[in-house]
């Protein structure tokens, strides 16, 4: 196939050809294939000296002479050849003599390190190993059940499969066709688009590439995702905002901690900045001989705008907020009469929802049925993303999960479902805040009472110098801890002394689904370790497999636990935070109940 050679658009043409190159790249690799494995076990096969040496090794011992040496930086080696004693010196080592044999350190279970939750979700179907293989009284074959098939037994998973599929991509994109248009033929055995799933040009990108004479490697490269058209605003606007977590209190990039959803702005969806709607501002000082304040448009012919054009203004006015003519065309690369024109034809692009008598933005005589105070049982808080105000059948998630409204939804600060803050800043006397006194420290706090951290952006106690005793987790004031080994194997030990109510650390590990919870279940029952807390009822944090040290917290009945787990909502997230039961001293083990269903004792146990 020569090198921008067009092709049909026609789904027939297009499968003959996929169909073609296909079995071309499989015929080619196979047969080189063959060839080159041949040459590489060859290689591989020993060969018989012709004069063999008999050597025999010589263990030393502490006391054994060493031989003479060249200098203070130098050893001996002593070797048996053909019944001869050989010496040879090597200079410019160091010499160690192992007087005693080095004990290995006793057996325990490490996890990968990490600060935060990990929103895992479910395990794949695909097994990846029998665990436990060399333990004959673990049930595989009941555990094997859980899954669907093996992971060797992906398609993705052959090398070669997987390299004939690309190359065969290669070669029909040169001669250009698509990856979505090789998709939609449905002839290579592995999607190479990325979807709900990794496709095939991901999955070789994380690959050893095989290095074989008929790849086309270095001539094309195949995009996984093809990019947004660079004059598409509204397409690349969502990519960007893809990439970055929307939550507010996280905005990470590539966030692992939340579901990573494609961003997509819908102009029918509420706006990405609520509080003030987008309307074009008068113009204040002339910014140009194009400027609104020396022409103005009379009619559409004076406006030759393409539907890209304006799309990309309706996106600006969609997310951004009140601003000027003058500055919308610098932003459109417009005249700025036209833009005025346009903002005033289309009414600044924005129609606003109608209100109804009873709604709550409207009438806030009623609260009931707007949810409570208490944090909601499920994963958490969503944030609700809808026109109009706050109800049942504008789709609000606030109110189909009867929880109240956060800082994170978008719609209007005058809610009257909005979340209030505590007022413990404002109960406290001047006289207490002078001693120091520890604010929502007790139930009479309503954030503490709900389950849930303080919000730095609605209660006035997180202004107060860091007297909140109720903000600690989203703070991150950590005690200082380290695992060592103590009476019951390894354990976790305190630095620094910690009063009743000091936060020492945060439980954290994958988040995972009730069915990944069973199967890993069956592995944790048989080798007896379970380090699964329940978090709600669609979530469970597993620190088996990532974690951090409070994963060796180990376990004592109630009243010898010198600490205890409490679940809050913070920010939105439901989080797992450690606290100190009574006063701890610097040094001593700390000790956690782990509920009914572990098998306690009298005794402290691992």
Known sequence: MEEGS??????????????????????????????????????????????PEEVSSLV????????????????????????????????????????????????????????????????????????????????????????????????????????????????????????????????????????????????????????WPGSSRALCSIPDVSPPPADNLRLRLQDYLTLCCRRPDCLQANCFSHSMQQA???????????????????????????CTLRREAVSEQDVLWSAQDLDDLRVIAHLGTPMTPCDLAILCHKPCYEVAFLCRKHDNFYAPPKR??????????SQQGYGSQTTSDLIRDPSCDHPGPCRPDTGCACFKNQSLCTRMCRCSRNCARRRTGCRCAMTTTKASKTLGVRLCGGTHCSCRSAKRECDPEVCACCNTGGLCRNAQIQRQQHKRVQVKTGNYGLGLFILESARADDLITEYVGELIFEPTFVCRGQ???????????????????DATNAGNVSRYINHAPTRQANVKAIILAVNGDQRIGIFAKKNIPAGAELFMDYGPEYPVGDKPTK
């Open 356 to 365: 109804h008598i009873g709604d709550p933005e409207v009438d806030t005589a």
């Open 523 to 541: 592995v944790a029952d048989h080798v007896g370790r379970s380090y699964v807390f329940g978090l709600n009822d669609v979530l469970s944090v």
């Open 60 to 211: 030393l011992e502490e006391d054994y002479p060493l031989g003479p040496t060249t200098g203070g930086d130098s050893f001996g080696r002593y070797q048996v050849v053909n019944d001869e004693w050989d010496y040879n010196t090597t200079p410019n080592a160091d010499l160690a003599v192992i007087s005693s044999h080095i004990l290995p350190h006793p057996p325990y279970e490490c996890c990968t390190p990490i600060t935060y939750n990990i929103l895992h979700g479910d395990d794949s179907n695909f097994m990846p190993f029998v665990p436990l293989a060399d333990d004959p009284t673990f049930d595989h074959r009941e555990h094997a059940y859980e899954y669907k098939a093996l992971a060797w037994q992906e398609a993705y998973r052959d090398p070669e499969t997987l390299e004939i599929a690309v190359e065969a991509a290669r070669r029909l994109a040169i001669g250009g066709l698509s990856a979505q248009q090789i998709d939609d033929t449905a002839v290579l055995p592995l999607t190479l688009r990325t979807t709900s799933t990794w496709g095939a040009v991901w999955n070789a990108k994380q690959s050893d590439a095989i290095d």
């Open 6 to 51: 067009s092709v049909l658009s026609t789904p027939a043409v297009a499968k003959q050809l996929v169909t073609q190159t296909f079995k071309e790249v499989w015929t080619e690799y196979y047969n080189w294939e063959t060839v080159h494995s041949a040459r590489v076990l060859g290689s591989l096969a020993a060969k018989k000296p012709e004069e």
């Open 264 to 290: 997509v702005i819908d102009y029918s969806g509420h706006r990405y900045r609520g509080e003030e709607p987008f309307r074009c501002l008068p113009a204040q000082n002339i910014c140009g001989h194009a």
